[in-house]
Nanobody
Framework: QVQLVESGGGFVEAGGSLRLSCVAS????????MGWYRQAQGKDREFVAD???????EYGDAVAGRFTVSRDNAKNALYLQMNSLKPEDPAVYYC?????????????????WGQGTQVTVSS
């Protein structure tokens, strides 16, 4: 079973920066796409950014130009550098990964999600 653990959330003033991290652990054979979503209170979950194994990235319109997603394949880690944070950015940020799990006699494709990390921005 794969686990994703996020860290790096916290409180920051508008215009400031935060860096989120996410580490995957478990019976991992490979990870293709990794990404970040966020959910503000009372709103639907929103796509933030993702990155494939080769480093190709995509960003949501609300964060393009301010956030940068990256990954370290050797560490099964995902990062999100958030700059120029705005009062509309506060949310719980979730890490997700498309994982191929390896077991003794088979492989299993799973979509895994972390528990989320809270980001708060003061205006």
């Amino acid at each position: 079973q794969v686990q994703l653990v996020e860290s790096g959330g916290g409180f920051v003033e508008a215009g400031g920066s935060l860096r989120l991290s996410c580490v995957a652990s478990g019976s991992i054979f490979s990870i293709s796409r990794m990404g970040w979503y966020r959910q503000a209170q009372g709103k639907d979950r929103e796509f933030v950014a993702d990155i494939n194994k080769n480093g190709r990235t995509e960003y949501g319109d609300a964060v393009a130009g301010r956030f940068t997603v990256s990954r370290d394949n050797a560490k099964n880690a995902l990062y999100l550098q958030m700059n120029s944070l705005k009062p509309e950015d506060p949310a719980v940020y979730y890490c997700t990964a498309e994982v191929v799990e390896e077991y003794s006699t088979y492989y299993l494709n799973v979509s895994s999600w972390g528990q989320g990390t809270q980001v708060t921005v003061s205006s």
